[in-house]
C-alpha cells in the first residue's frame, strides 16, 4: 500500500468548479491566491511533489501498517494529488486525497493533511462514515487520528475546533 503524487492542472481546476458549486453547502475555505487560476510553475511543483512526497514516505509503512492492525480494508493505492486551490484537504472516493500546497503551513502541514484525507477514504471504503453529517465525519477522523499508535506515528496531528 502506497501513495501516488501528481499533479495536473485539470484536476485543480476541476476541484476549483466543484468547490464553487458546493460552498454553500459545506464550511469550506476556499483560497484563490491572486483571485485566479492561473498555472503554477513546474519546477516549483516537481520540487513540492518530491518534499511531500518524500516526508510522507517516512511515516507511511507505519502508518498503513497501523491500520492494517485495525482490520479494515485498504485500497492498494491512493493518489494524491497536489493543489493550489480550495480546503486544505480534500478525498474522492475511492482512492484519491487532494492536498493543498497554497502557502507555507500547507507544506510544514503536508503529512497531517495526507492523513486527515486517508482516514476519511479508509473510513468510508469501511462504511463508518455512512449516513453521517459533516461535522460527524470529521469527529469520527479526529478521534481516530488522536488513538495512541497513530499518535506516535503523528504527533503533531491536532483535533479541529467546531
Ligand atoms: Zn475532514
Redesign the pocket.
Known amino acids: 500500500m502506497k501513495i501516488i503524487f501528481k499533479y495536473s492542472f485539470k484536476k485543480e481546476r476541476e476541484q476549483i468548479d466543484w468547490f464553487k458549486k458546493n460552498q454553500l453547502e459545506e464550511p469550506v475555505n476556499l483560497v484563490l491566491p491572486e483571485g485566479k487560476v492561473r498555472r503554477a510553475p513546474r519546477e516549483n511543483i516537481k520540487k513540492k511533489l518530491k518534499s511531500i512526497g518524500q516526508k510522507w514516505r517516512k511515516i507511511e509503512k507505519e502508518f498503513f501498517g497501523a491500520v492494517r492492525r485495525k482490520k479494515l480494508n485498504l485500497e492498494n493505492n491512493y493518489v494524491c494529488y497536489l493543489s493550489h486551490y480550495g480546503s486544505s484537504?480534500f478525498y474522492q472516493s475511492p482512492n484519491k486525497l487532494i492536498i493543498r500546497i497554497a502557502d507555507k503551513k500547507d507544506l510544514t502541514e503536508s503529512n497531517i493533511n495526507i492523513a486527515?484525507?486517508l482516514v476519511?477514504l479508509i473510513l468510508s471504503k469501511n462504511k463508518k462514515e455512512t449516513n453521517l453529517s459533516y461535522i460527524k465525519?470529521?469527529k469520527l477522523?479526529d478521534d481516530f487520528l488522536v488513538q495512541r499508535k497513530f499518535r506516535k506515528i503523528l504527533p503533531e496531528y491536532k483535533k479541529q475546533k467546531f
Open positions: 484537504g486527515h484525507e476519511h465525519r470529521e477522523v
